[in-house]
């Protein structure tokens, strides 16, 4: 794994019962004895993206492919 890249992690659900894989960009690589990553969610929910703040991600993008996500997306 390497900053930069996409994962896909299992995030519980708020009754911290087992939830889906969702996609994360990974941001850096936490100091210290574990291997814990600072991540960012990606979510295919655009109508919460912020202007000026949130990173939209279409298929348009010349790098989507390699993103490895399957729809529009916001970091």
């Given amino acids: 794994m390497k900053p930069g ?10 009754n911290l ?7 994360v960009l990974l941001i850096a690589q ?12 990606i979510s295919t929910n ?3 993206a912020l ?4 990173e939209v991600i279409t ?4 790098d989507f492919a390699a993103s490895g996500l399957k729809e529009t997306s916001v970091i």
Wanted: net charge neutral; proline share 12%; aromatic share 12%.
């Fill in 5 to 14: 890249k996409v994962a896909l992690l299992r995030f519980p659900h708020t």
């Fill in 17 to 23: 019962v087992t939830g889906k894989l969702r996609p």
């Fill in 30 to 41: 936490v100091p210290g004895p574990y291997s814990d990553w600072l991540v960012a969610m």
């Fill in 46 to 48: 655009l109508e919460q």
């Fill in 51 to 54: 202007p000026e703040f949130d």
């Fill in 59 to 62: 298929r348009q993008d010349y």
